[in-house]
């Protein structure tokens, strides 16, 4: 089950696929739930939505909001996993939809791994609804309690799980494609091209990889306006992509779009530094994808990235509530080349051996865990119950 997959992508669908790939590799079956996509059945086939490597996809119904499906905790997803055969529930950043799985999972007896991987609370918050976020934050924590294992991708997770009085907490990272990621493709004839196109003189190139929607905080790129010699790419998209196109005007951003495979391979090994500019990340994917192209990286030193990055070795961490660390910590390395090209090959070795296939052991071990801890009783009571029924009723 998952609250986002194909063809929304952001860093859940991503581990999603990778889970799944997984899984073929190792000869296991998978059944995934996930929303339905408003929009999509024009231009994509009916069989690109309802199958991903031979897997059966069942679409439960959804909302969209700020570009990004949300589903809903339908009837129809009790049925779903009472046909699917399953033997453990993978519930990949569950809310709403992930609620109902959980506890529906257990009423058949199947026991559950939650996978903790956005922070939904902080998400409503810096969207416009501070007041909704206890209640987003008791029902994350609800549905954690009743699953059988809760999976946390960094320390600082584990930590606010903890101190939320959730037990039954595992640490779980993601592996990263060191293969696709590669220092190598600097030397190739498209990225010397996109390096032709944006940084004609040898400019220093700053990229940003990821969604563009408002708790990311892209806007804080601005703080690197004013520096010679100093280009910045922007490399996906989302619903702040307009609004950040007429903030970072007087930087002269060059903006891609989204990207997957050998396109954004490319921007990663054309850039000189990666910049990660949200301090509410709770792992941080693409710190790991800059690191395997040999980019050095700058995060804030907050949540995720304070497992991801060494400051001086591979990367520095910025103040994100000092508005010059970010600038400070860009100039550095624009003023010692050098130096964070080092940096970029230390962010290589570190994370060469972090692969998808080691990663996706761990998981299956992590799965077999949760099958001999079995169904809590606390997925039992479900998670908003009655306000679950009454959406299903009008849907």
């Known amino acids: 089950m998952t609250e986002s997959f194909l063809p929304t992508l952001n860093g859940v669908t991503t581990s999603v696929l990778a889970v799944l790939d997984h899984l073929e590799r190792r000869g296991h079956r998978a059944v995934v739930i996930a929303p339905a996509t408003p929009g999509t059945a024009d231009h994509r086939s009916r069989r690109e939505l309802e199958r991903y490597r031979g897997f059966d996809v069942h679409r439960v119904p959804a909302i969209a909001y700020r570009q990004f499906p949300v589903g809903l905790p339908h009837p129809v997803l009790d049925t779903i996993l009472a046909t699917s055969g399953a033997d453990v529930l993978h519930a990949a950043s569950p809310f709403l939809l992930g609620g109902r799985a959980v506890s529906a999972a ?166 000189d530094v990666f910049v990660h500019t949200g301090p509410a990340e709770t792992f941080g994917q693409t710190l790991q994808e800059a690191h395997a192209s040999g980019v050095p990286v700058i995060a804030p030193a907050r949540g995720g990235p304070l497992d991801l990055v060494t400051p001086g070795v591979d990367g520095e961490l910025f103040d994100p509530d000092d508005p010059q660390s970010l600038r400070r910590a860009v100039l550095a390395m624009h003023e010692d080349r050098v130096a964070a090209a080092r940096r970029g090959a230390a962010g290589r070795r570190r994370v060469e051996d972090t692969t998808w296939e080691r990663v996706g052991d761990e998981l299956l071990a992590h799965h077999d865990t949760a099958r001999r801890i079995g169904v809590r009783p606390e997925a039992l009571r479900g998670v908003l119950t009655g306000w679950n029924e009454k959406v299903g009723a009008r849907t």
Not at 187 to 203: L, W
């Open 106 to 271: 257990a009423r058949l007896g199947i026991p559950s791994v939650a996978v903790f991987q956005t922070d939904v609370a902080g998400f409503v918050r810096r969207n416009g609804f501070p007041g909704a976020a206890p209640l987003a934050w008791r029902v994350l924590a609800r549905i954690h309690a009743g699953a059988s294992l809760t999976l946390a991708p960094s320390t600082a997770t584990a930590t606010m799980l903890a101190d939320a009085g959730v037990q039954r907490v595992a640490r779980w990272g993601r592996g990263v494609d060191a293969t696709l990621f590669d220092p190598a493709r600097r030397a190739s004839s498209a990225v010397r091209a996109i390096r032709r196109r944006i940084a004609p003189r040898g400019e220093t190139i700053v990229g940003y990889v990821g969604r563009l929607a408002a708790e990311k905080e892209v806007e804080r790129l601005a703080e690197l306006g004013g520096i010679p010699g100093l280009r910045v790419v922007v490399a996906g998209g989302g619903p702040s992509r307009a609004a950040l196109e007429r903030r970072l005007r007087h930087l002269d951003v060059t903006f891609t779009g989204p990207l997957r495979g050998d396109a954004l391979a490319d921007v990663y090994a054309a850039l």
